[in-house]
T-cell receptor, first 113, second 117 residues
Framework: GQQLNQSPQSMFIQEGEDVSMNCTSS?????WLWYKQDPGEGPVLLIA?????ELTSNGRLTAQFGITRKDSFLNISASIPSDVGIYFC?????????????FGQGTILTVHP | NAGVMQNPRHLVRRRGQEARLRCSPV?????VYWYRQLPEEGLKFMVY????????ESGMPKERFSAEFPKEGPSILRIQQVVRGDSAAYFC???????????????FGPGTRLTVL
């Protein structure tokens, strides 16, 4: 089945630093999404990407859909304490699986003030 | 402007009992998805439903698990004869129409945490 490898698994950074995380897939995806999950809550959509090569920003967040359609990255600039949480990439392959999102294992982000 | 609502938020069951998890999608959304999350793992797709129809149940265990999304009322995920391995967080998501195009992303509810004693 489809698998997403997300890295790093965890990051400990100082407030103000930039953060980068990425996902790679063994197969092609038509859509890449990035979600953030706080403890005890559901994932919240941050950025959605629909075209290979697409670069999209949402405030301090920037994400890109890789040219090969098998990878994506998320950057957070000038991190702040409320950025703490678990970040997940998710992909959709389309076709007969058009309703199914495949999730990465998550990146746990800790920001020290 | 309510988002996806799930209840109960926490559910405790003993082995062999039934668990019923409810999901009310965003108003106007006719597509519902259920995912399961084990501790320290990503979400795993279970089933995708449209009103009164199961579209994709490829992630649903063949036994004990069932899902429905009736014409009226919430979507229900039902687990019969629960076992300890069913303990997890179950998330529901909804979208207005068929994904995945801009504006038709899946939005998630807060989840139901099921604990099987």
């Amino acid at each position: 089945g489809q698998q997403l490898n997300q890295s790093p698994q965890s990051m400990f950074i100082q407030e103000g630093e930039d953060v980068s995380m990425n996902c790679t897939s063994s197969s092609i995806f038509n859509t890449w999404l990035w979600y953030k999950q706080d403890p005890g809550e559901g994932p919240v959509l941050l950025i959605a990407l629909y075209k290979a090569g697409e670069l999209t920003s949402n405030g301090r967040l920037t994400a890109q859909f890789g040219i090969t359609r098998k990878d994506s990255f998320l950057n957070i600039s000038a991190s702040i304490p409320s950025d703490v949480g678990i970040y997940f990439c998710a992909g959709n392959a389309g076709g007969t699986s058009y309703g199914k999102l495949t999730f990465g294992q998550g990146t746990i982000l800790t920001v020290h003030p | 402007n309510a988002g996806v609502m799930q209840n109960p938020r926490h559910l405790v069951r003993r082995r062999g009992q039934e668990a019923r998890l409810r999901c009310s999608p965003v108003k106007g959304h006719s597509h519902v998805y259920w995912y399961r999350q084990l501790p320290e793992e990503g979400l795993k797709f279970m089933v995708y439903l449209q009103k009164e129809n199961i579209i994709d149940e490829s992630g649903m265990p063949k036994e004990r698990f069932s899902a429905e999304f009736p014409k009226e009322g919430p979507s229900i995920l039902r687990i019969q004869q629960v076992v300890r391995g069913d303990s997890a967080a179950y998330f529901c998501a909804s979208s207005p129409t068929k994904v995945n195009t801009p504006g038709n992303e899946q939005f998630f509810g807060p989840g139901t945490r099921l604990t099987v004693l």
